[in-house]
């Protein structure tokens, strides 16, 4: 009778073992890379903005759908690029792009590749991302050879963010809020989180190397740990000290870490992922502007120098 039960539970055991294979190398890669498309019913003009709208191309051909956000002044302080996370989409940040437009600076929001409306099967985290971002300041540069750039993202957003800034130069400075260390980690956290508290490291690594074939990417490379150690240009950093999806201690290294001297972090206190402003209050707010306007003026100056 023992031998019997020991038998069963090693059979159910070997089918869980191989279930788990299969999930992980035909299910979760495809969780982890293709996003569902969502995009809101909402545009520019409904907040009374003077826009434009963008079809980008980039590198590898996709079109990026998203619009320039301008501004009254002239010329405009600066324009930032936003990112968004993982399921986003360029709607999310319309209202930033007002209160922007009020201090003088414009803005590009886009769908990112995979997302919205724009083209493309695949999300790969930054890896290609960051020459979509190329894509996008060789067409404002192409418009407005002298404004300086910035990028903001949050969450996947400022991995983007993060990885676009020690790519290209030409982004002058950035914000990144809520967002991780490495690829590898954050998916090991995510499978972590789902299987009530339990690593499947293996798991993990077989649902990234089949998620790296189907999008043509190196996953290992995605890794803003990394770049934050050549990025010199001016970084604020923000993580809220209660984020449910993403550890607290990953924004804490990529900003120890991070080679710029001109450098902030914020800490928000009881912040979670999604609510940094709110959490952050005024005081929060504030700092997001001084930045951009410090930023701003620093860099005008600079390219007015002879």
């Known amino acids: 009778m023992k031998k019997k039960i020991i038998y ?44 434009s709208e963008l079809d980008i191309l980039t590198k590898d051909s996709i079109k990026l759908k998203g619009y320039w956000i301008k501004t009254d002044s002239i010329p405009p302080k600066s324009i930032v690029i936003f990112v968004h ?23 590009i929001i886009m769908d990112s590749r995979a997302h919205g409306k724009s083209e493309g099967q695949f999300c790969t985290y930054g890896y290609k991302e960051k020459e979509d971002i190329s894509s996008i300041v060789n067409y404002i540069k192409n418009k407005n050879d002298s404004i300086p750039i910035g990028i903001w993202g949050n969450s996947m ?13 030409r982004i002058e400075f950035g914000i990144v809020e809520s967002t991780f260390t490495t690829l590898n980690d ?45 990025i010199e240009q001016p970084m604020l950093i923000a993580h809220g000290d209660h984020d449910e999806n993403i550890k607290f201690e990953y924004g804490k290294l990529l900003f120890e870490n991070l080679k710029s001297t001109n450098k902030k972090f914020i800490a928000v206190k009881n912040g979670g992922h999604f609510d940094l402003s709110q ?18 003026k620093q860099l005008q100056k600079s390219s007015k120098s002879p």
């Open 8 to 51: 069963t539970l090693l059979i159910v055991l070997i089918i869980l073992g191989i279930g788990s294979v299969l999930i992980s190398k035909y299910v979760l890669p495809y969780a982890i890379i293709q996003p569902p498309k969502v995009s809101l019913d909402i545009t520019p003009s409904d907040l009374k903005l003077n826009y």
């Open 279 to 296: 959490k952050g209050g005024n005081s929060y707010k504030q700092a997001i502007k001084n930045f951009l306007v410090m930023n701003s």
């Open 85 to 107: 996370g993982i399921g986003g989409c360029k709607e999310h940040f319309l209202d930033l792009s007002k209160n922007l437009t009020e201090i003088g600076i414009e803005s």
């Open 157 to 169: 957003g400022g991995a983007i963010a993060i990885q676009a800034l020690e790519h290209d130069s």
């Open 186 to 230: 954050i998916v090991y956290d995510y499978q972590k989180a789902k299987t009530y508290g339990i690593g499947l490291s293996f798991l993990c690594n077989i649902a990234l190397n089949e998620a790296g074939e189907l999008g043509q990417f190196k996953p290992d490379q995605v890794s803003p740990i990394s770049s934050v150690k050549h």
